[in-house]
């Protein structure tokens, strides 16, 4: 860590460093990330919602325990950005949606009260699609988000103001959620680590009404591995995720692709070249071509956020004209969905698991793309080619979604860039509880990675 680095380009652990040389103060820290926020954000819209009185005073407590010997945490007085489908008490929630743009929740959502409790300083919101149930980030009360590595792509989503802060140097880490691959696929179009927990060890209480079942997890995003477990380790609890201790070679299934499923060849080649430093460190990789286990779970997913739309939107009958028309479309189609296809859904996530069970008695962790494309045009919803193929609205997001459903641990890390500088992410996915060792296995080709956000801008 230089003496002379901003301190908008330090990470969590740099600046607790700096805390307690004091070489500088929270107070310091936070002046530098609301400039830098001053200078970035207007290009790339990604904090949507901005406590600059509430991060100062914060701040300025946080200061006041590190002189008196008495941080609370590895967090205290490091400033954040919560996404903005988490409530934060006294911030708006808009959730994206003009039906919610005055909703001001009065409680914090459990891991916000951890991660306050823990000195963490709450910077604002974040920019999300509607409902989060896109994978831009784009709605009517906001609008776009842009990618702080190219403005004139999408950081993804629905995470998408979340990376585009981090990336851009608007607070080292994000408090995020993962309802389909929402953390892993914009950390990892942004060069960011992004981690979904498995399910139930991140507890959730007092937030937004649940559209996609329980399979949204909360979850960190940073630039760094260890800020990533930092934050992990306190809005989970440290007992929760002990490290790991095993030595013993790894099992790694490598997974190119789903089926069939087209894949950036930049992205085949990332992926490829992380399966290749596995096998030169001593694992055991084995190649998987033609995975098909987690085909039915894609199938089945316009139906979970279809029938969640319509949940949700049937409870406010005389506000249909505050819902973008692609929210609408979804509402509509989910009130044709039935009772018998949404348990035919949940007995499919329960087929697959089995599949899954006698997969990880094979291997400890699956190595798969993140995304199968590259970041696309701002105002477009999706790719419509991958690898000279037409795809659909998902086919972007094919490596992601069974995580959710059958609530495992995954991660995205950066890989190898792609030719013109652009990041790309590899993902790793455990076994239901192995989030120790889905870390310790990201280690192994991250642990020492910090993305380089000083010439981002």
């Known amino acids: 860590m230089s003496s002379t680095a901003p301190l908008w380009t330090l990470t969590a652990a740099q600046l607790n460093q700096a805390f307690a040389a004091r070489i500088a103060t929270p107070s310091d820290a936070v002046e530098s990330i609301l400039a830098r926020h001053d200078e970035v954000n207007p290009r790339i819209n990604a904090v949507v919602t901005l406590d600059r009185d509430g991060a100062r005073i914060a701040a300025a407590q946080s200061t006041a325990r590190w002189r008196a010997g008495a941080s609370k945490s590895a967090l205290d007085g490091v400033p954040i950005t919560i996404k903005d489908n988490i409530h934060v008490a006294g911030l708006r929630t808009t959730w994206g949606s003009r039906l919610f743009a005055d909703h001001v929740p009065t409680r914090d959502e459990t891991p916000v009260a951890r991660l306050r409790d823990a000195g963490a300083i709450i910077l604002g919101k974040t920019n999300v699609p509607e409902f989060t149930v896109q994978g831009i980030t784009d709605n009517a009360l906001f609008g776009a988000t842009r990618n702080p590595w190219n403005p004139d792509l999408t950081p993804g989503g629905s995470s998408g103001g979340a990376v585009g802060a981090v990336a851009a140097?608007?607070?080292?880490?994000?408090?995020?959620?993962?309802?389909?691959?929402?953390?892993?696929?914009?950390?990892?179009?942004?060069g960011l680590v992004g981690f979904k927990p498995s399910r139930g060890l991140v507890p959730r209480a007092h937030g937004l009404p649940a559209i996609l079942h329980d399979f949204e997890v909360a979850g960190p995003i940073g630039r760094s591995l260890r800020d990533v477990k930092i934050?992990?380790?306190?809005?989970?609890?440290?007992e929760s995720i002990a490290p790991e201790?095993?030595?013993?070679?790894?099992?790694?299934?490598?997974?190119?692709?789903?089926?069939?499923a087209p894949v950036d060849p930049t992205i085949a080649r990332s992926v490829a070249a992380a399966a290749k430093a596995f096998a030169?460190?001593?694992?055991?990789?084995?190649?998987?071509?033609?995975?098909?286990?987690?085909?039915?779970?894609?199938a089945?997913?316009?139906?979970?956020?279809?029938?969640?739309?319509?949940?949700?939107?049937?409870?406010?009958?005389?506000?249909?004209?505050?819902?973008?028309?692609?929210?609408a479309a979804m509402s509509e189609r989910g009130r044709l969905h039935t009772a018998r296809d949404y348990l035919n859904l949940l007995q499919t996530v329960a087929d697959v698991e089995h599949e899954f069970i006698a997969l990880f008695a094979r291997f400890d962790v699956l190595l798969l793309p993140t995304a199968a494309a590259q970041p696309w045009p701002i105002g477009l919803?999706?790719?419509?080619?991958?690898?000279?193929?037409?795809?659909?609205?998902?086919?972007?997001a094919v490596f992601t979604a069974f995580a959710n459903a059958?609530?495992?641990?995954?991660?995205?890390?950066?890989?190898?860039?792609?030719?013109?500088?652009m990041p790309i992410g590899i993902q790793l996915c455990g076994a239901c509880g192995a989030d120790a060792l889905v870390f310790r296995v990201a280690a192994i080709l991250s642990s020492d990675i910090v993305a380089d956000i000083q010439n981002i801008s």
């Open 169 to 190: 140097g608007i607070g080292p880490l994000a408090l995020c959620t993962d309802g389909g691959g929402s953390i892993r696929r914009p950390a990892g179009h942004t």
């Open 231 to 238: 934050m992990l380790d306190i809005i989970a609890g440290t």
């Open 245 to 260: 201790a095993t030595s013993r070679p790894l099992r790694i299934a490598y997974i190119p692709t789903f089926s069939d």
């Open 280 to 298: 030169e460190q001593g694992h055991h990789v084995e190649r998987l071509d033609h995975f098909v286990l987690a085909e039915p779970i894609g």
């Open 300 to 327: 089945i997913w316009p139906t979970l956020s279809e029938t969640g739309v319509a949940w949700l939107l049937d409870r406010y009958p005389d506000r249909d004209g505050d819902v973008g028309a692609g929210v």
């Open 381 to 396: 919803s999706h790719p419509t080619m991958i690898d000279g193929r037409p795809v659909g609205p998902r086919g972007h």
């Open 406 to 421: 059958l609530g495992l641990p995954a991660i995205s890390i950066p890989g190898d860039p792609a030719d013109d500088g």
